[in-house]
């Protein structure tokens, strides 16, 4: 007898492991037009179908049983060029499953959503202006912010990571169902690539989410001047500009601000520090030394580890008494994969 299961989370099993719908059939010995039928609800799926599907794309058959719907709202992506379908299908299909477990987790915990400080871009109120007002909201008293992850989390911003198999993708935040923010970034970004992408995404969680924005505005641009402001705040960055911008400063710099050399030339470029022949020639130095590329080793900062959703794991843990095969269980995952994530 056929079991009634989502479609939109076989389509959503499928895409997070970057299968097509014809390799998908292919694995698991069906036709591509049965396979096509199945995703659309047109017949439904079997146990030993289901059993199938379940096999080959890593989850356990109650993943597909879900009360879940997937939805692509607020799927802001920060990335370094255009990116195609196909690298982001399935870091969209992912961001859904962590989205899934975040909402679990809230209802079992009864936490109940942050009160973030929305502000509405206007004329007066910059993306700038807006940082600072957040830098006074969260009481952020000093220059540097030691750590961005545990800033937002303090302020009950969901963070988690995982690998998003390009380069090409940095961050992205999603909005859980009953409005929840998460933030996930590339797990293999450096540490100051991290911080920024984090920034950048709270911009549009704080600017963006909660308005009615025109198509015509350039909401990356936005969520860049904020996250600018909000890590290198002109008020106090400026004097670290005042003697010149070099390479050598630049390297200084990124020890102090946590903030990489590139980012710090668009910085004092942004405030008007360097003439157009000066960063022409500085990003070509850039390029000449590979520093484009890959910035010195030995300046790396050190990459900031989310712990907001592994505490409410911990508790949820010890409140219904599970270990870990059996909080991969609640969660849908398989136990290799929830360690993998979580662990």
Not at 41 to 58: P, R
Not at 69 to 80: F, G, Q, T
Request: hydrophobic share 40%; proline share 4%.
């Amino acid at each position: 007898m056929a079991e009634k299961v989502s479609k939109g989370l076989i389509v959503l099993a499928r895409e997070s492991r970057g299968y097509t719908q014809l390799e998908l059939s292919n694995r698991i010995g069906m036709s591509q037009q049965n396979m096509g039928k199945i995703e659309s609800g047109d017949i439904g799926v079997k146990d030993e179908t289901l059993d199938l599907i379940a096999e080959a794309t890593n989850y356990p058959v109650s993943f597909f049983r879900q009360d879940n719907e997937v939805y692509p709202e607020h799927l802001i992506y920060r990335r370094r060029d255009k990116v195609s379908a196909g690298l982001l299908t399935p870091i969209n299909a992912k961001v859904n499953v962590i989205r899934f477990h975040v909402e679990h987790l809230l209802k079992t915990i009864n936490a109940s959503n942050p009160d973030l400080p929305l502000f509405e871009v206007s004329e007066k109120n910059t993306p700038q202006v807006i940082a600072q007002k957040v830098r006074k909201a969260w009481k952020i008293n000093t220059p540097l912010i030691p750590n961005v992850v545990k800033l937002l989390e303090d302020n009950g911003v969901a963070v988690a990571c995982f690998d998003f198999g390009t380069e090409r993708v940095d961050s992205r935040c999603i909005l859980t169902n009953s409005k929840y923010p998460v933030i996930i970034f590339n797990k293999t970004l450096l540490g100051d690539r991290q911080r920024f992408s984090i920034a950048y995404q709270l911009g549009h969680l704080l600017m963006h989410t909660g308005f009615q924005v025109n198509w015509e505005r350039d909401i990356a641009h936005e969520a860049n001047l904020f996250a600018a402001e909000f890590l290198m705040p002109e008020a106090e960055i400026r004097k670290d500009f005042e003697n010149g911008i070099t390479l050598p400063l630049l390297a200084h710099l990124k020890t102090k601000w946590k903030a990489s050399m590139i980012s710090l030339l668009y910085r004092a470029d942004d405030l008007g520090f360097l003439t157009p022949n000066q960063k022409r020639y500085l990003i070509q130095q850039f390029n000449e030394q590979k520093l484009r590329r890959r910035e010195p080793v030995e300046l790396d900062i050190e990459v900031e580890n989310p712990a907001l959703i592994r505490r409410w794991i911990s508790e949820v843990k010890a409140k219904q008494k599970l270990d870990t095969n059996g909080m991969a269980s609640l969660l849908h995952l398989n136990t290799d994969e929830f360690i993998e994530i979580y662990g």
